[in-house]
């Protein structure tokens, strides 16, 4: 039963137009990266002649110029800004719209209440998490049109990754593995950031409160940044909008951090999804 | 008839919804704390030995971020306290007018005969509820200068600015140059965002005008131009930092009143053909 209803569910939002409408957004910030790279890449390639030729070729490398390995073009600014909104637009409204539109009813009178909450936080997730990488990888595609593969080298100062940041050696060993490895990361979190949207839906009836309460907590966490890192006396970077980056800046990434917060994101949302759901009266 | 529409939204869009525009004050107040501490920490290590007054407080809340050259070697981190001060303001004026239209506001549609003066009165609705986000954000830093026994006045202190905002320039202003810096173009900057947010709200869905104002608030971290009009409410980009290279206020107060009119006379239009049947 979970399996059929959750076809319906993927279905419903992995096909309409406004999933791939988000997409298409994030595609068009991520194209502000490409551009601003290709011109650099333009004019490096212009002043490398005779026998400079291609001296420098690993400033050129696709793991220092996709939008995941710089960190200083508008759209990376505008990109892992906007990267929660993305998130929670691509699905994380449909559970609330759901609940306040009566059509909840419709479905708990026919499917078991655990199977319809279990595949809404399911499809909640795969929806907010695609919304996000699915940009991601179309820049890496697009950048591997103009860049090589080089293996970046810390010597050259064109990336930047800080000795003791989360699977540092892995980016200078095997950049590839990294880069997967990352937008794992950013696809877990991105799903979990939807996924606050359906569990806030239980508290709250507002639905931009709904909607964009994520999105500025994780500004207020932005904010306090320091003041937790003070708290917990070493530098590591714990605000979800500088992490989701792979490349971090400007404190290094710890990985107990990006698990802790993690699995507290799914308790909390998880958690709430299926215990609140299970109690509450949905007539 | 109009005032009356007026007076609906002055009542449901503000005064049954005060306990949200108070969120300014708390923010404030935060961010007070923070300027406080960093006064302390400067204090401290014997940097500048001063205690600073309210205008100093307020160029620390207004700083923005300094003029941003792009490059390999200097990643771009946005200024989060600027940010969160407009978001917060345009995030507050989103909801109401699509709240409105969707539920009693479609009855006084029907009675009020005309579709400009609903429009009208929530450009109106939105310029009081911009100035009244404002009033309770600088409520916030009097009362936090108050209990700290902060000087509550009008005169900056060059020195210590030079040391809370990392910079070389010798900041000094009038009383009349902090009214205009910090409370009058910090406000209308917050109205030109929040009235193109209302704008792009009829034309797509509120979310995305949200989404799209927020990129326009990174896009103006990002580069220092007169056209990117947040650069206009962050001193650390006007001429009292940088001179003749700062952003240029005069331009400023033409586009942001470009801003506001556009959006008034195209949200007219716009709302004249709007279907509100079909909006949740």
Redesign the interface.
Known sequence: MLWRYLRIELKKALTGWFFWGIIG?GIV?TLFSSK?IFSNFLNFTAMQSGEFARAEYIGLSLF?TWIGG?????G???YF??LP?LAI?AYG?SFF?EKKGGYIKNVITRVDKKVYYMSKYITTFAAGGLAVILPLLFNILLTCMYSNFAIPDITY??V?MFHGSLWSELFYTRPFFFCILYLIIDFVYGGLIACCCMALAFFLR???LV??LPF?AL??L??LRWDIVYLLGQEVEISPM?FLHPTP??SPVSGWILLGSIFFLLLATLGTCMLRGRKADVF | MFFKLLSHDLNNGIRKRLAYYATALVISLTFCQGCYLVIQSLNRRGVAGLSGNLADYLVYLFQGMKVYY?????????P??W??IF??SA?LM??YPFYDITRFGQQILVRGKSRYYWWISKCIWNVCGTVLYFGFFYLGAVLFCFVRGIPISFHVTPELLKNLLKTAAEIEMTAGECVLYLIVLPILVSLAFNMLEMLLGLLTK???S??AV??FM??S???KADWAIGNHSMVLRGSKVLGEDGVHTGTGLLLIGGIVIFSVVLGCIRFKRYDILTR?
Do not use: C
Request: glycine content about 8%; cysteine-free; charged content about 10%.
């Open positions: 957004i910030i601003e220092g710089e960190y200083h073009t508008l990376v600014a505008m800004f906007i909104v637009m409204w719209l100062g064109y930047s507002n639905r931009l909607l964009l500025l500004l207020a932005d904010y500088k800046y400007p | 792009p490059g390999p070697d200097n990643p771009f981190i946005f989060v306290m940010v969160i978001i917060l995030y989103l909801g509120p979310v995305f949200f989404g927020s990129l990174i896009i971290a990002y580069y949740e």
